[in-house]
């Protein structure tokens, strides 16, 4: 019997795996519930060949597990609203949020009698898709693991530990990898900005052999400038866990400010370093006047 599999949430991480699942797939994205931004998702739910629903309960009836893909300050949200989730279906939340926040949302689908799995999503979605690496945790994370396999999925890992296991490992990660992208865009800007880009590139590069600073820079403003908003987001959490643990949270508090500076800017990502660094100006001036 073919599994029905629905996705909560439907961005690029729910779009890049969409065509890549076995199972017949249907989907909720609150962008459905507003007028100005329904017709654009209903589009990518037919250009995915998925069944676009009107609201979560719809989009859960009759699933045998949903993969949670929302933004990380709607993941306990998204939990809260699984009334129609069928018993024991399985709830994968692969949001990038705080320990103590999977847990919540781990008690809001077992009250609603669902089968609760923390599962962090470990690399980039493209352009692995369903071969990106997935560490699962929490007392049904091995059989969720097996059906995550099943339908699909190429590198599933289970942590021991509870709920909360998989994404401390995620988040604490994060701290690293959003970290620097957020050091990165710093760096690169002031050098823009008192004229030596060159040569702080020149010199990153002599210190790091082979590391390709104009490339990297270049990377990290991209992401940034595309998914800044979700990375302050995910970073946000990151800082909530760090307060929970007493480890102090200055830098991650940074990182999510300047995250956020970026991708608030609203901006298609222009090709090439001096286009991004022409188009972030803007954040150089705000900050010269604040």
């Keep these: 019997m073919e599994r029905r599999i629905a996705l909560i949430g439907f961005g690029e991480a729910a779009q890049a795996f969409a065509g890549a699942l076995a199972g017949t797939l249907s989907a909720y994205d609150r962008k459905t519930d507003a007028a100005e931004t329904r017709a654009a998702k209903q589009a990518e739910?037919?250009?995915?060949?998925?069944?676009g629903q009107a609201s979560p309960c719809d989009a859960l009836?009759?699933?045998?597990?949903?993969?949670?893909?929302?933004?990380?300050?709607?993941?306990?949200?998204?939990?809260?609203?699984?009334?129609?989730?069928?018993?024991?279906a399985f709830w994968f939340d692969m949001n990038s949020v705080a320990p103590g926040t999977k847990r919540a949302a781990a008690q809001a689908i077992a009250r609603r009698g669902g089968r609760y799995v923390d599962v962090a999503v470990m690399a980039p979605v493209h352009p692995a898709r369903a071969a990106v690496p997935l560490l699962a945790s929490g007392p049904d994370a091995a059989e969720g693991a097996a059906l995550l396999r099943a339908i699909g999925f190429a590198s599933v890992s289970v942590v021991d530990g509870p709920v909360g296991a998989a994404s401390a490992i995620k988040?604490?990660?994060?701290?690293?990898?959003?970290?620097?992208?957020?050091?990165?865009?710093?760096?690169?800007?002031?050098a823009e900005a008192a004229g030596v880009?060159?040569?702080?590139?020149?010199?990153?590069?002599?210190?790091w052999p082979g590391a390709d600073w104009?490339?990297?820079?270049?990377?990290?403003?991209?992401?940034?400038i595309v998914h800044g908003a979700r990375r302050a987001a995910e970073m946000d959490e990151a800082v909530a866990m760090l307060d929970t643990l007493g480890a102090g949270s200055a830098m991650s508090r940074a990182a999510a400010a300047r995250q956020r500076a970026i991708g608030g800017l609203g901006i298609a990502s222009p090709q090439g370093l001096d286009a991004k660094l022409a188009a972030l100006r803007p954040v150089v001036v705000r900050e010269r006047a604040a």
Excluded: P
């Excluded at 699933?63 to 069928?86: F, Y």
């Excluded at 988040?171 to 002031?190: D, F, H, N, P, T």
């Excluded at 060159?198 to 210190?207: G, M, N, P, Q, T």
């Design 45 to 51: 739910f037919a250009s995915h060949a998925v069944a």
């Design 61 to 88: 009836a009759g699933a045998d597990a949903a993969l949670s893909l929302v933004t990380a300050d709607q993941a306990l949200a998204a939990a809260e609203a699984a009334e129609g989730i069928a018993t024991n």
């Design 171 to 190: 988040l604490i990660r994060s701290i690293m990898v959003k970290g620097i992208e957020a050091l990165s865009a710093e760096c690169v800007l002031a």
């Design 197 to 207: 880009r060159d040569a702080v590139i020149a010199s990153l590069d002599a210190s």
């Design 214 to 224: 104009a490339r990297r820079f270049d990377y990290n403003l991209d992401r940034m």
